[in-house]
Every structure is written in structure tokens, then in C-alpha cells.
């Protein structure tokens, strides 16, 4: 994975975090994560496609996830409510848009957000693809930004431009 890739998400999360919960985002020493199992009990999914490809996770503890969305929503709001996920996949989506946007001359999508809430769940990513966990601490607690993307490569953007005009 290009390292220039992991700032961005960096800048991101500060940027939203700061911005849209006056939450100021501590970050740590980004590392390879070596296994499937999500960091914590809820995780927010974004996928990307075009010039970059991958997933991007936010993943919280409960406890953690559950502060944070009611500084988001303005109101206390714990997993078991209707728009706890729907919290939590805007967030992952703010930030996953505000990285792409930083990333140059690169044509990029994300996908609508999927979102976990459970114990011991897992997040399967592309096996050839390293997966960087990026650890996050706030006064509601920390959480972790895992990114697994990578460039497409030139050969698959030409296929897909040819498919596309067939």
C-alpha cells in the first residue's frame, strides 16, 4: 500500500472528528494488522473503487461508539436505537470522503456504508492487500481506522474502461 495513502485518512478523522463533534482526535503509531477480527465490537465499512481500490473500517468499542454518536446527534443514543447505525456509517463515510478528496489526481468512489454492531465479528479484506491499523484516542474514548486499499492496477483500468464501452 502507498504510505501516502494513510495521511489523508489521518488529516480526515481529525478534520470530522473537530469539526463535526468539537472531539479533538488523538492519533497513534499506525501498524500492519495480521488478523481478520474486527478491532472492537462496532464497525463502520466503506469500500472504494476506481483509480483506488479497498475498504476502509472505523471500528469502536460499544461504549466509546455510543458517546460519540450522541455528541454527533445531539441526543444520547445507544446501539439498541434506530439510528445508531445509520450514526455510524455517516461517520465513516465523512471521513472516507474527506481522505479521497485529498488524494491526487486520482478518480475515486465509495460505496454507501455498511455497519457491524456485534461481538467477535470479522471484516474480510483482500488477502494481497495489507491492512493498516491506525489507533485513535479522544476524551470518548478510542477506536481504530483500518485501511486496506491499494492502486488499481494499469491493466485493470484499461479493462474496465473497455468493458465499460462495449
Same mark, same amino acid.
Given at each position: ?19 463535526? $463533534? ?5 492519533? !497513534? ?5 495480521? &488478523? %481478520?477480527?474486527? *478491532? ?50 455517516? $461517520? ?5 470522503? !474527506? ?5 491526487? &489526481? %486520482?478518480?475515486? *468512489? ?57
Amino acid at each position: 500500500m502507498d504510505a501516502g495513502y494513510i495521511t489523508p485518512f489521518m488529516q480526515s478523522t481529525q478534520n470530522v472528528f473537530a469539526t463535526m $463533534l468539537q472531539l479533538q482526535v488523538q492519533i !497513534g503509531e499506525p501498524r500492519v494488522k495480521t &488478523d %481478520r477480527a474486527a *478491532s472492537y465490537d462496532i464497525s463502520g465499512i466503506i469500500g472504494m473503487s476506481g483509480d483506488v481500490t479497498g475498504s476502509v473500517v472505523l471500528s469502536f468499542p460499544t461504549e466509546t461508539a455510543e458517546r460519540v454518536v450522541s455528541l454527533f446527534t445531539g441526543e444520547e443514543i445507544t446501539k439498541a436505537h434506530d439510528d445508531f447505525a445509520d450514526a455510524v456509517g455517516e $461517520l465513516v463515510n465523512m471521513i472516507a470522503g !474527506g481522505a479521497k478528496g485529498r488524494f491526487k &489526481d %486520482r478518480k475515486v *468512489s465509495i460505496s454507501c456504508p455498511s455497519v457491524v454492531v456485534g461481538k467477535d465479528h470479522v471484516v474480510s479484506t483482500q488477502k494481497d492487500v495489507p491492512c493498516i491499523a491506525i489507533p485513535c484516542e479522544t476524551d470518548c474514548g478510542q477506536f481504530v481506522i483500518e485501511i486496506s486499499i491499494q492502486d488499481r492496477k494499469p491493466n485493470e483500468t484499461a479493462d474496465a474502461a473497455a468493458a465499460a464501452s462495449a
